[in-house]
C-alpha cells in the first residue's frame, strides 16, 4: 500500500475535510470480527454512556416489539 502524501487537489475534498489527525484502518479489525460501529447523537450518548447501557435497552425494545406483534397475530 502507497504510504506516501497525495498532495493532489481532489475536487470533492473540502478545506473542512482534515484528516490530517486520521488513524488509517482504526476500526478494521472490529470490522473484520464482524463487530458493527454505530455512532450516537450526542443527545442519546448522554444517556447511553457505554455499550452495555445501549444493549440493555435494545434488547427491552425488542422484548416489546416482539410482545406486540405476537398479540397482533390472530
Excluded at 493532489?8 to 463487530?35: I, N, S, W
Excluded at 447501557?53 to 398479540?71: T, Y
Aim: charged letters at 25%.
Amino acid at each position: 500500500m502507497n504510504q506516501e502524501p497525495n498532495n493532489q487537489h481532489d475536487a470533492d475534498m473540502l478545506p473542512e475535510y482534515d484528516f490530517t489527525g486520521g488513524v488509517r484502518g482504526k476500526y478494521a479489525d472490529r470490522f473484520a470480527k464482524g463487530c458493527n460501529v454505530v455512532v450516537l447523537d450526542p443527545d442519546v450518548a448522554r444517556v447511553f454512556t457505554d455499550a452495555e447501557s445501549v444493549n440493555q435497552a435494545l434488547r427491552a425494545l425488542a422484548g416489546i416489539i416482539q410482545h406486540q406483534a405476537e398479540k397482533a397475530q390472530p
